[in-house]
């Protein structure tokens, strides 16, 4: 494979990220246990992400949102000024977390490093993804960030289309089956899985993947001889 | 001038924004009218806006957690669920808004095309800046829309990095003298402020600008002699 231009996803591809939203919505949940079980708020939370996702899309302002309708929701309206203060405190901690890379990754890049054009592709908050690049400290790696209102075939062309690339001269790299591998293939990229622990519940598919453009390791450190041959 | 790449700003440049943000002020300040005159009002939302910058960033999804940190300051957080959910329909309804492109702007974009690689360069939420270039029917005319987590020397340095293309060859078109003219004319860009008649607070300068790489119109339609001989 000699892609021109190699795509890494970020959040749980580059850094530490779903973590930090479980430990947010634990702390949403204890706050509210006294309305629902743990498994109904968590239920509730993700009802409310994927209905406010055509308004708001993806990232921590989004969840912060979605976190307080689903507060006024669980109290039936009758929720404290103290307590709505307390949900957007959660989202402005989780806007501050630290970036912690996963093992290998600065390896990783050093060795692609020179030898192809390195991007990040990812959702989320724009701001916050630019501040996590940042504090990263591994920024310099990359050519660019293209942060993406969302990751589906279309979005993945448009950006193709930017890049001046053809999709048999790219590869995407990421934890997501559904939003890294998936529509990539579908344009005739490249894409390589990395899972991740955890996976966000909106981002899980229940089928396998066979196609002749995709592989799958559970090491980010196995992709260098793939690339760099 | 023969610049390589137009960038168009887009609120208040290609389509009306400011009246709507305007409009839902105004409904934030009935909301809570027994609390504080409007001046005050419009006042702490500025000023809770321009503390969440460093987290939230630009656009509406910041402004509707604006406008909830100011509720909460103004009712001593004794603020009602039923009033907290209606700032948040405030917010919903401003990422709904139909986008009403500003007068001649069709036009003009009609003389330049084919002559210029075109973009959009803006900030606010990316969803929100992607979903109003669509809504609009003018994306057709643009190579793309560069949503920008902020409009400092440093952004647009990183933005023509990404585009290769060197500061003398790039021209920046917008209605704010802050974001879309100085920080173009300090990394030895073009500018051309085209004023709207309306200007956030936050994007105030209170000095003119005297610069030969700077010019000033009252009409869109006064860029085109300019940019096609």
Redesign the interface.
């Known amino acids: 494979m000699t892609p021109t231009i190699i795509a890494f996803d970020a959040d749980d591809t580059l850094w530490h990220n779903e973590p930090y939203f479980d430990e947010a919505q634990e702390r949403f949940c204890e706050l509210f246990q006294d309305f629902a079980s743990k498994q109904e708020i968590l239920g509730l939370i993700l009802n409310h992400q994927i209905k406010n996702l055509p308004?708001?899309?993806f990232g921590i302002?989004?969840f912060?949102?979605s976190m307080?309708?689903s507060a006024?929701e669980l109290?039936?309206?009758?929720?404290?000024?103290?307590n709505?203060?307390k949900v957007?405190q959660i989202?402005?901690e989780l806007?501050?977390k630290p970036v912690e890379l996963l093992p290998e990754v600065e390896s990783v890049l050093q060795q692609l490093n020179g030898k192809h054009k390195l991007i990040v592709a990812t959702k989320g908050?724009?701001?916050?993804q630019?501040r996590k690049l940042h504090d990263s400290g591994i920024g310099h790696y990359f050519?660019?960030i293209e942060?993406?209102?969302?990751k589906t075939d279309v979005d993945y062309k448009?950006m193709l289309?930017?890049l001046d690339i053809e999709p048999n001269n790219f590869v995407m790299i990421g934890n997501s089956l559904k939003s890294d591998v998936l529509p990539v293939l579908n344009i005739g990229g490249h894409a390589i899985h990395i899972p991740y622990h955890t996976t966000w519940e909106y981002e899980k598919i229940d089928f396998e993947i066979n196609h002749p453009n995709f592989k799958s390791f559970e090491n980010i450190t196995q992709i260098i001889p793939l690339l760099t041959n």
């Open positions: 308004l708001y899309g302002k989004a912060t949102l307080i309708d006024l109290t039936n309206q009758s929720i404290s000024g103290q709505i203060a957007i989202g402005r806007l501050q908050d724009l701001k916050d630019h050519h660019h942060v993406m209102s969302d448009k289309g930017r």
